[in-house]
Every structure is written in C-alpha cells, then in structure tokens.
C-alpha cells in the first residue's frame, strides 16, 4: 500500500510502531475511518444486530488489529484498537474502566519489562499513543458520556477529539458545533491533545502549524470504505444526490489532516509525550503506592513483634 503521509517529522526520528485506539458510540462510523486510515479493509463490516437482541445488556470488546504500512521502504507497524460496543447500555460505567484499564495494562507490561536484570529485546511496547474520540454530530453539546470518558482518561492518554460524520452538518452548524465543543472542554477543565508548542523554542513554521491545527479541533470525520470515479479520477468518497463528499479534500472535511497527524508529522511528538509524560506519571503514582503499602506492611509487622514481646 502507498501512504504519502509516512514520513518522519522534520527533524524527528524514525518512529517503526505506533499504537492508538479509538472509541465512540456503535454507528460513528469507526471501522470505516480505521479502513480508510489502513487504505484497507482490516475490519469487515458488521452484521445487522438481531431486534430480538436490541435491548439486550451488552458489553464492551477490545480489539487491536496490527497492520504494515509501507511507503518507499519505510516500514511501519501501525496497531489499531477497536472498541465495538462502547456507550451501547444505558449504564456505561464499566465502559470507562475497561478502556482504562486496557491503556493501564500496557504502562504496567513496560514497567514490569524495566524492572527486570535481563530484558527481552524482542519486548513489544503496545503502550497506546493518541486515543481517538467520536463525539456524535449532534449539533447540540457534548453528552455526559462524551464528558466522562475524556476526562477519565485524559490522564493516561493524548486525546483527540473527533466529530464523527461530518457531512450530515451544513458547513454553518459544523462550525458552530466545533465551537461549542471546545467550550465543553474548557468548562469540564478536559485534557486534550491541543498541538503544543514553545514559542522560544520551536521555530516559527512549527508555531505556525500547530496553531492552524489546534484551531481545527475537534476534527471533523468523514470516513469510506469505497473509492467512486469523479470526473475521470478515481477517489475516496460517498456519493450524494446533490453531490460527491471526497474524505481526502481539505475543503469538504478533515480527514487528511488527521492522517497527516498521525502518520506523519507529529507521531514522534504523541509517543514522546506518551513515554516522558503520561508513563512517567503513571509509573511515579504506581511505584508510590506500592512504597506506601510496603511501609504499612512493615509497620504492622514491628506492631505485631513488639505485641509478642510485651506478652512474654
């Protein structure tokens, strides 16, 4: 598969995997958007649900799918975790601890694997770089689910919010709907990944791009798993009565420049945060824990021999 977007950023290394997961609600559109980020089908689609089983509890399914992009050489392994059957009851609780949770298992495999005398130099490092959040195209706010998940989770991942089928907004209610979102986030004191940079450091072309892709957050998502011919050329879109809807042009959504993010000019900047910042506050809180359940220990067992002592 050719992917123009897998290149290493100006000045970065080379990243060889990178891992993200994205979560919304069932009818977003995700296992579209991870095909069309894969230029493959790597998620079949899914089987209308029985009506019988409508009302049925369901649970919440972790599903990484690993695939090999490939662009002039460069390889890259690119893990993508699907999370079928997230905000599907109506309570959803359990929804936010097994997503964090998954992201917590992958911190503690790599602390785990630092703490030993000899490590496994064939280890795979599954921590989880960007989490990628469908909000429905409502027009309206965030939901309380929407508020929850990224505030729990904010801590332990960098978050991209995402607005899910884009296209059934006019441009006019697309924009104001972005706006309100932002506004949400701000209230709800939510951390998102906003694109950061130092305007003492970081050279002025750096500046400049991140302040345009901060301003287009939340992303807005326009996703297809077929390609149509328009106008002679063969593209990624859907096909409308009143028109064509094309998931790679800038003007009609967003879609490419997320590519471009992930997969090209700031995938160094999301695993370098997820390892010097997100790890290292999660290894810091766990290793404090464990020191302070260690000291308890201790002190129950000098209670204990000094209970002994005084008896005899």
């Keep these: 598969m050719s992917n123009p977007d897998l290149r290493p950023r100006r000045g970065g290394k080379k990243a060889f995997q990178f891992n993200m997961i ?24 899914r089987n209308v649900d029985d009506p019988a089983q409508c009302a049925a509890e369901k649970s919440i399914a972790i599903n990484p799918i690993t695939v090999e992009l490939e662009e002039d050489g460069i390889k890259m392994q690119l893990t993508v975790v699907d999370t079928p059957g997230f905000g599907d009851n109506i309570d959803n609780s359990s929804n936010f601890n097994t997503i964090l949770g998954y992201v917590e298992r992958q911190y503690d495999d790599v602390l785990a694997e630092e703490s030993k005398i000899k490590r496994n130099p064939k280890f795979l490092d ?30 332990r991942v960098n978050i991209i919010p995402c607005i899910a089928k884009s296209d059934t907004m006019t441009p006019r209610e697309l924009i104001e709907f972005k706006k309100r979102v932002m506004e949400d986030i701000r209230f709800y004191d939510i951390h998102v990944y906003d694109f950061p940079y130092d305007e003492e450091d970081d050279d002025e072309e750096t500046i400049q791009e ?8 939340p992303f807005a998502i326009v996703g297809s ?21 094309e998931v790679e042009n800038l003007k009609h959504c ?10 090209s000019s700031h ?29 308890k220990v201790a002190a129950m067992h000098v209670q204990q021999s000094v209970g002994s002592f ?3």
């Design 22 to 45: 994205v979560v919304g609600a069932s009818g977003l559109g995700k296992a579209t958007f991870i095909n069309t980020l894969c230029g493959q089908q790597v998620i079949p689609r």
């Design 126 to 155: 599954n921590r989880i770089h960007v989490l990628l959040y469908f909000i429905q195209p409502t027009g309206h706010s965030l939901r309380e689910l929407d508020i929850e998940l990224m505030k729990r989770l904010s801590a």
């Design 210 to 217: 991140n302040m345009e892709l901060r301003s287009l957050l």
């Design 225 to 245: 798993d077929e390609e149509i011919m328009v106008n002679g050329r063969l593209i990624r879109g859907r096909q409308y009565p009143w028109g064509v809807v």
């Design 254 to 263: 967003d879609y490419a420049r997320l590519r471009y993010v992930l997969l």
């Design 267 to 295: 995938l160094q900047d999301l695993k370098e945060i997820t390892h010097d910042v997100l790890y290292e506050q999660y290894r810091s809180e766990k290793l404090s824990k464990l020191e302070g359940l260690a000291e």
């Design 310 to 312: 005084s008896q005899q």
